[in-house]
């Protein structure tokens, strides 16, 4: 009992932990807790339109609950900082080792999975969470004017490149995310790439 | 896909919704979004150790995520405000014809279902899902020095009746429940019902 009750109150720390993302009415910037029920909820409404009825929407909706748990000891990574990912990557394995750890047993080890399946990016189920994942922060990008890709000065290229698994995984929505990024590039939120190659040029 | 993107910007209104329970470090107040990802999580965690392994766990994590949905409009209810119930359930009839209508066919459906089986409580999966979203908000009141039962001059059989679910749902933590009932009366976070009758006594 006390393993559980310690591991759902150590939880509730995840909803001080701040994202780049700010929410749809651009009031406040997303915690990572409310995040993850976001994008829990929005793989069981997206589901059925999925290609690969196989797939098993109840480990996709598991992984989306614990896929941010590590963030309570590493923090959030603006996903752009790539070069930031490998250190993030080895806070993100000790705070596992030691998160998971507060659960007794096979429950804690359930857990360490499902987080793991996620980060490997193998499986149909991870493929289609890490989709849903990447989506829901550009929708509230756009409802917010691309007010974090301007300040971090982000590239359509570099957006384009996160939203790729999206092609796969929920293909009848990869037209519309392309439509919303060439919006954001015409409206000032994004860097073009092809432009902003030729204005260097041109500084030569 | 209009009805899919729509919806799931919509339910990003979930996460200004504020609740009565303080977050564990007492810092702000909890929204309804990270309630519900903290109660489905929580959900994952507590199954194992629930009797009655027939029951599906998918549905009851499903259920978890929509099940304060309707608070986008209808707003969050103080448990103990039993007089407002019915006021409540009735704005909360007519959110969910709004918001579940907001996805096409099937989709909307399913949810609606799922919300509506959480309220009816009445399969041993609602019953589930209802005990972990009120052992939840006792755990986080219990590190807040009680604050909101103290502020409303909540009593302890309140609270015991609030937790019922618990014993039938999830019976291994029921004696932990009422240790902790039992403790927060002796520190003055609830009143307890037979002091006051007496107390109410002595005054006459």
Redesign the interface.
């Known amino acids: 009992?006390a393993g559980?009750?310690n591991?759902?109150?150590e939880?509730?720390?995840?909803?001080?932990v701040t994202r780049n993302t700010l929410?749809?009415?651009g009031?406040r910037f997303?915690?990572a807790?409310?995040h993850?029920?976001?994008v829990?909820?929005?793989a069981?409404?997206?589901f059925?339109?999925a290609p690969g009825q196989g797939m098993d929407?109840?480990r996709i909706?598991?992984m989306l609950?614990?896929h941010d748990l590590v963030e309570i000891d590493a923090g959030d990574l603006l996903c752009y900082h790539t070069d930031q990912v490998p250190a993030q990557k080895e806070k993100e394995r000790k705070a596992a080792e030691r998160i998971f750890n507060l659960?007794p047993d096979?429950?804690g080890e359930l857990?360490r999975q499902l987080w793991q399946e996620f980060e490997a990016f193998e499986t149909p189920e991870a493929r289609f969470a890490n989709a849903v994942d990447r989506l829901?922060p550009l929708?509230?990008a756009m409802?917010t004017e691309g007010q974090t890709w301007r300040q971090h000065r982000i590239r359509k290229d570099q957006v384009i490149e996160r939203m790729r698994p999206i092609r796969a995984a929920l293909p009848?929505?990869w037209e519309?995310v392309l439509e919303m990024i060439e919006d954001a590039v015409k409206k000032g939120y994004l860097i073009d790439e092809e432009e902003s190659k030729a204005s260097r040029k041109d500084k030569k």
Chains 1, 2 share one sequence.
């Open positions: 009992v559980q009750i591991f759902i109150l939880a509730d720390k995840l909803k001080t929410l749809a009415d009031s997303e915690n807790a409310e993850s029920w976001h829990a909820l929005a069981v409404v997206l059925d339109s929407l109840s909706v598991n609950l614990v659960l096979g429950r857990l829901q929708l509230q409802r009848y929505l519309y």
